[in-house]
Protein backbone atom coordinates (compact mmCIF):
# COMPACT_ATOMS: atom_id res chain seq x y z
CA UNK A 1 0.00 0.00 0.00
CA UNK A 2 1.34 3.77 -0.92
CA UNK A 3 0.40 4.92 2.15
CA UNK A 4 3.01 2.29 3.98
CA UNK A 5 5.91 3.12 1.82
CA UNK A 6 6.11 6.92 2.67
CA UNK A 7 5.33 8.58 5.99
CA UNK A 8 3.80 12.55 5.01
CA UNK A 9 6.88 13.70 7.01
CA UNK A 10 8.90 11.88 4.77
CA UNK A 11 7.42 12.91 1.83
CA UNK A 12 8.16 16.75 3.23
CA UNK A 13 11.74 15.89 3.08
CA UNK A 14 11.54 14.42 -0.37
CA UNK A 15 9.56 17.53 -1.88
CA UNK A 16 11.95 19.64 -0.22
CA UNK A 17 14.93 18.15 -1.71
CA UNK A 18 13.39 18.83 -5.11
CA UNK A 19 12.94 21.96 -4.57
CA UNK A 20 16.50 22.83 -3.74
CA UNK A 21 17.88 20.39 -6.49
CA UNK A 22 15.85 22.71 -8.82
CA UNK A 23 17.74 25.68 -7.28
CA UNK A 24 20.95 24.58 -9.15
CA UNK A 25 19.18 23.51 -12.30
CA UNK A 26 16.67 24.27 -14.86
CA UNK A 27 16.29 20.97 -15.17
CA UNK A 28 13.19 19.37 -13.47
CA UNK A 29 12.37 16.32 -11.44
CA UNK A 30 9.78 14.47 -10.54
CA UNK A 31 9.24 11.51 -8.57
CA UNK A 32 6.21 9.13 -9.14
CA UNK A 33 4.79 5.92 -6.84
CA UNK A 34 2.62 3.67 -8.74
CA UNK A 35 0.79 0.31 -7.19
CA UNK A 36 0.13 -0.29 -10.62
CA UNK A 37 1.42 -3.74 -11.81
CA UNK A 38 -0.25 -3.96 -15.08
CA UNK A 39 2.91 -3.96 -17.23
CA UNK A 40 5.56 -5.70 -18.64
CA UNK A 41 8.69 -3.35 -18.20
CA UNK A 42 9.30 -0.65 -16.28
CA UNK A 43 11.05 1.26 -17.79
CA UNK A 44 8.13 1.39 -20.36
CA UNK A 45 5.58 2.18 -17.42
CA UNK A 46 8.08 5.03 -16.93
CA UNK A 47 7.92 6.66 -20.56
CA UNK A 48 4.21 6.51 -20.36
CA UNK A 49 4.11 8.04 -16.85
CA UNK A 50 6.66 11.10 -18.42
CA UNK A 51 4.49 11.75 -21.30
CA UNK A 52 0.97 11.82 -19.15
CA UNK A 53 2.46 14.41 -16.65
CA UNK A 54 3.40 16.43 -19.38
CA UNK A 55 7.38 16.02 -18.54
CA UNK A 56 8.16 16.49 -22.13
CA UNK A 57 6.63 20.12 -22.29
CA UNK A 58 9.64 22.02 -20.78
CA UNK A 59 11.40 24.53 -22.84
CA UNK A 60 14.98 22.30 -23.12
CA UNK A 61 13.14 18.79 -22.78
CA UNK A 62 15.29 18.73 -19.07
CA UNK A 63 12.88 16.73 -16.91
CA UNK A 64 13.69 13.53 -15.21
CA UNK A 65 11.18 11.46 -13.57
CA UNK A 66 12.62 8.61 -10.92
CA UNK A 67 9.69 6.23 -11.47
CA UNK A 68 9.13 3.78 -8.50
CA UNK A 69 6.86 0.73 -7.98
CA UNK A 70 7.41 -0.33 -4.16
CA UNK A 71 4.87 -3.56 -4.66
CA UNK A 72 7.39 -4.80 -7.58
CA UNK A 73 10.32 -3.48 -5.90
CA UNK A 74 11.66 -2.00 -9.04
CA UNK A 75 12.50 1.65 -10.07
CA UNK A 76 13.45 3.19 -13.41
CA UNK A 77 15.21 7.02 -14.04
CA UNK A 78 14.36 8.35 -17.39
CA UNK A 79 14.83 11.76 -18.90
CA UNK A 80 13.84 13.96 -21.77
CA UNK A 81 15.75 14.33 -25.22
CA UNK A 82 17.54 17.48 -23.88
CA UNK A 83 19.14 15.81 -21.48
CA UNK A 84 20.18 12.46 -23.18
CA UNK A 85 21.75 14.51 -25.90
CA UNK A 86 24.25 15.76 -23.64
CA UNK A 87 24.60 13.31 -20.75
CA UNK A 88 26.16 9.97 -20.76
CA UNK A 89 25.14 6.50 -19.06
CA UNK A 90 27.56 7.61 -16.10
CA UNK A 91 24.54 9.87 -15.35
CA UNK A 92 21.75 7.28 -14.75
CA UNK A 93 23.97 4.82 -13.04
CA UNK A 94 25.08 7.31 -10.46
CA UNK A 95 21.84 8.41 -9.67
CA UNK A 96 20.58 4.96 -9.61
CA UNK A 97 23.32 3.65 -7.58
CA UNK A 98 23.16 6.17 -4.54
CA UNK A 99 19.04 5.44 -4.51
CA UNK A 100 19.46 1.44 -4.94
CA UNK A 101 22.60 1.52 -1.84
CA UNK A 102 20.21 3.59 0.27
CA UNK A 103 16.90 1.01 -0.94
CA UNK A 104 19.02 -1.86 0.15
CA UNK A 105 18.81 -1.48 4.04
CA UNK A 106 14.98 -0.06 3.61
CA UNK A 107 15.98 3.54 4.01
CA UNK A 108 13.63 4.38 0.58
CA UNK A 109 12.78 8.25 1.25
CA UNK A 110 16.81 8.49 2.04
CA UNK A 111 17.31 7.13 -1.23
CA UNK A 112 15.18 8.76 -3.16
CA UNK A 113 16.30 11.99 -1.31
CA UNK A 114 20.10 11.17 -2.70
CA UNK A 115 18.76 10.50 -6.06
CA UNK A 116 17.33 13.45 -6.48
CA UNK A 117 20.27 15.22 -4.95
CA UNK A 118 22.24 13.44 -7.47
CA UNK A 119 20.51 14.36 -10.78
CA UNK A 120 20.40 17.85 -9.58
CA UNK A 121 24.02 18.14 -9.11
CA UNK A 122 24.52 16.27 -12.44
CA UNK A 123 22.05 18.43 -14.53
CA UNK A 124 23.48 21.54 -12.97
CA UNK A 125 26.79 21.27 -14.93
CA UNK A 126 24.44 21.12 -18.16
CA UNK A 127 21.45 22.77 -17.13
CA UNK A 128 22.44 25.04 -14.56
CA UNK A 129 20.08 27.40 -12.92
CA UNK A 130 18.51 30.23 -14.37
CA UNK A 131 17.40 33.86 -12.23
CA UNK A 132 14.11 33.83 -13.33
CA UNK A 133 13.74 30.09 -11.30
CA UNK A 134 10.78 29.19 -13.00
CA UNK A 135 9.09 26.32 -11.73
CA UNK A 136 8.19 24.27 -14.98
CA UNK A 137 6.97 21.62 -13.22
CA UNK A 138 5.32 20.54 -10.05
CA UNK A 139 7.56 19.30 -6.96
CA UNK A 140 4.98 16.90 -5.16
CA UNK A 141 4.90 13.84 -5.81
CA UNK A 142 2.46 12.16 -7.94
CA UNK A 143 0.61 8.72 -7.09
CA UNK A 144 -1.56 5.92 -9.22
Known amino acids: MLSDFLSPEEVERIEKAIEEAERVTSGEIRIH ?8 EILLAAVDKFAELGMDNTQERNGVLIF ?13 EGINRVVGQDFWDATRDVMLAEFKKGRF ?10 AGESLAKFFPGKKSGVNELPNHISYD
Open 68 to 80: ICPVRKEFAIIGD
Open 33 to 40: ITSKQDYD
Open 109 to 118: ADGIIRGVKQ
